[in-house]
């Protein structure tokens, strides 16, 4: 695997290289944006992501030019290419995915409420993904204060403007002191998120970096988390089937809104075709591919029929990132090495849980760890 990672970060890095005319013209700068407010991550210049970007550029030969952003114009700043990529403890979301790219997974967490167990009035930072998550959760119970100013938290409870807060797993050490806090489960995966003007070669030239530096990245991470969380090609692999098992209910609102049969076999002989000739391509197995993606799309038809979401996204916006997310599980899936049962505990796929059923998951993982054993067997008629 960190040979593969190597092999395809100085491709990338080559590739993104600028000719003689144009680094003469242009100095090969990197546009970075970050909201400098969120703790580990992202704080005044410090933090987590701070110290991997900066890495990055150095050994890509990059010269960082830093950007601003605000959490409730992130989205915008992204489609419009204010920046080439935005850091800082991004959650990776289907509403997202569908704008630029978004990177393997640095880290994995989960929303806190600091505070009171039944809170009736709560502050949460304005325009993320948090304040999404409160609304959600307490819209109806609770009173919802969004506060532009991330660091204010902990102070509007101590004055009792509210009887609790939302931050993360992450960020609940910083900001909860003596406070009792209850965290949900780990499942929002932070990623990079590249603007279209960033392109896909820088994309392409992060996950491989990532990979490359992942010993080091976790050192980081026992430093500015207080834990390690190593995150190998199994944790991407598993990250990367939850990402398109995530867009299947907007998938199925865009299905349902036009009274469009789920089932459509013959977009799913032409999808696992393509797959097939995408894994020869890769140097990966045919046959197990054609098993693993026959069980997501399976997976996939479960999840649209049980959802009731409303539709949020096009079909034309979310195929591109289908189409790119099948030869992003086919490497994921070439890197990995043999899994066992050992590897597939509760931890590691607690993120699956949000669409899967507990059944679902185990014949998942099953398949996985038949379709990268030596032993594969074949495909049944």
Not at 34 to 43: A, C, E, K, M, R
Not at 189 to 198: D, F, L
Not at 326 to 355: C, K
Request: with cysteine; hydrophobic share 40%.
């Amino acid at each position: 695997m960190a040979l593969v990672a190597a092999v395809t970060y100085l491709l990338a890095l080559a590739c993104a290289q600028p000719t003689q005319q144009t680094a003469a013209e242009t100095a090969r700068v990197l546009r970075v944006g970050t909201s400098g407010d969120y703790p580990p991550f992202s704080l005044r210049g410090e933090g987590f992501d701070i110290d991997v970007i900066e890495r990055f550029a150095e050994h890509s030969g990059y010269e960082i030019v830093w950007h601003d952003f605000d959490w409730p114009q992130l989205s915008d700043a992204v489609q419009s290419s204010q920046f080439d990529v935005a850091v800082g403890g991004i959650t990776w979301r289907p509403f997202r995915a569908v704008t630029g790219t978004m990177t393997r997974a640095l880290a994995i967490g989960g929303p806190c409420v600091v505070g009171a167990e039944e809170p009736t009035s709560i502050a949460v930072n304005e325009g993320g993904i948090l304040e999404r998550w409160a609304r959600s959760e307490f819209g109806e119970s609770a009173d919802i204060l969004a506060v532009d100013d991330n660091e204010s938290l902990p102070l509007r409870l101590s004055r009792s403007e509210v009887d609790a807060f939302v931050t993360d797993s992450f960020e609940v050490s910083h900001f909860a002191g003596d406070v009792p806090y209850d965290c949900e489960p780990a499942v929002d995966r932070k990623v990079y998120w590249v603007t279209s003007e960033g392109g896909s070669e820088l994309a392409l030239q992060l996950d491989a970096w990532l990979a490359v530096e992942e010993s080091w990245i976790d050192g980081q991470r026992q430093r500015h988390f207080g834990h390690s969380q190593p995150r190998g090609e199994l944790d991407h692999l598993l990250d990367l089937i939850g990402r398109r098992l995530e867009l299947m209910p907007a998938v199925g609102a865009w299905k349902r809104d036009r009274d469009v049969p789920i089932e459509d076999l013959e977009r799913e002989r032409v999808v696992l075709d393509a797959v097939a000739r995408d894994a020869e391509r890769l140097g990966v197995d045919s046959q197990a591919a054609r098993r693993l993606f026959t069980l997501l799309i399976d997976l996939a038809k479960r999840i649209q029929a049980r959802s009731s979401s409303a539709p949020s996204l096009q079909l034309d916006e979310i195929r591109p990132v289908l189409l790119t997310l099948g030869t992003r599980i086919l490497e994921a899936f070439r890197d990995v090495p043999p899994i066992v049962a050992r590897d597939l505990g509760a931890e590691r796929t607690e993120h699956l849980g949000q669409l899967l059923e507990k059944s679902e998951i185990d014949e998942l993982t099953t398949l996985l760890i038949e379709v990268t054993s030596t032993d594969t067997p074949p495909e049944s008629p």
